[in-house]
């Protein structure tokens, strides 16, 4: 009898059923050089350096003095300084966390939301999973002593200028955007930021800012801490919530299979579509010395001092790693040890993401009571790339309720 090793799909069709395509979609999974910069694609490659904590490092720099002075946010610490924060901050992340402190909050938060939908008749499904991202993140950061309600619009605000492409702009116009972009930073900082410091210097909590505190961060190396964690944690969430309710309102039979399937069978279908939808399409990194990488039998050397940019994106549709048919969302797919369902979207190494449970755990309570709903799309919603965020938006993501309240009972 002979065992086929190569992990399949049993409904293989082989077509692309991407929502977020941007140009090319599969990209060759060759190890290519461009200039100074390298570009790996292949799922072992990209596993192999985001584990290589010794010879790889963070890829992102800045030429602000003012940042360079600062203590790094955690996502862009290396070595043992990061394995300390990293070891510091994971108990706000274990299941257990999120389901004794963070469950009921996730309930109370989706209810309301919910109830705010079926009342309107419709609502914008970016807007919902931004209030909803941002409640949940701000407990686990600490920024809950805001002076005035309107924290997910302001940090909306502060991310959509980090996300704006400006183009060829003239002196003027961009002086002008770096002056809103500040303004709005200060404009979070003293609505959220501050007073949130203030209160945890009085009384210490279990969150990430009464953390930074201890280790004796400023003020503005907080501002920046939160600033990172709403754009990897925040953003991303929303993002990836609208990408799955986009697949699952459109294909009826997912839908139904997601709602009558118990947490594991839920969580195995959202880890199919955020591998092959990940949020943060590409990362990137910084050679410190000299690399072997084989591949296809060859063995190439990336020499010490490359940019390397690692494919996120195409390493997922890797048919080596995720079998055939690696463009189609199938919940049953096959996959050989080591491989988790949701391939590298979470990353991979000591700079996987720490909040990958809650992350999962918040988009599947909110869309189970979201999609038990008699709701439609009204149209596409629109998507779009930011550059600066290496992500998708998802934005304009009209929903529209096809039963009154009144004549409506929930199944949940």
Known sequence: MTIDPTPHCPFPHDINQRKTGFGHDHLPLDLERQGEVWHVRSYAAVRQLLRDDERVRQGVATDNVLVKRLYPSVIFQDGVSHREQRTAIAKYFTPKTVNESYGALIGTLTGSIIGELMLAGKADLSDLTMQLAVE????????????????????????????????????????????KGLLRMM??????????????????REDVISHLLSKGRSDL????????????????????????????????????????????????????????EPVGVTLLRRAETEIQIEQGGVTQTIPAGARIVLDIRTANADPAAVGAAPLELCPHRALPSGVQPQAMSFG?????????????????????????????????????????????????????????????????
């Open 221 to 276: 190396e907080i501002m920046v801490e939160c600033i990172t964690y709403a754009t990897a944690g925040m953003l991303t969430t929303r993002e990836f919530i609208c990408v799955a309710a986009w697949h699952l309102l459109e294909d009826e039979a997912l839908r139904r299979e997601y709602l009558a399937g118990n947490q594991a069978t839920r969580h195995r279908l959202l880890h199919e579509i955020l591998r092959l």
């Open 348 to 412: 991979d190494g000591p700079h996987r993401c720490p909040g990958a449970f809650l992350a999962i755990h918040e988009s599947d309570h909110f869309l189970q009571r979201l999609l038990s709903l008699p709701i439609r799309m009204t149209r596409a919603p629109k998507l779009t790339f930011s550059p600066k965020l290496m992500s998708y938006e998802i934005r304009d993501f009209e929903l529209e309720m096809e039963t009154s309240v009144e004549r409506f009972t929930p199944s949940y």
């Open 187 to 204: 404009r979070f900082y003293w609505m959220d930021v501050r007073p949130a410091i203030v209160a945890r210097r009085k009384v210490p």
């Open 136 to 179: 949940v993140g701000a407990q686990v950061i600490g920024l809950t002593d805001s002076r005035r309600p309107g924290m997910a619009r302001r940090i909306d605000d502060l991310l959509k200028e980090l996300s704006d492409d400006a183009g060829q702009l003239s002196r003027l116009a961009e002086t002008t955007n770096q002056t």
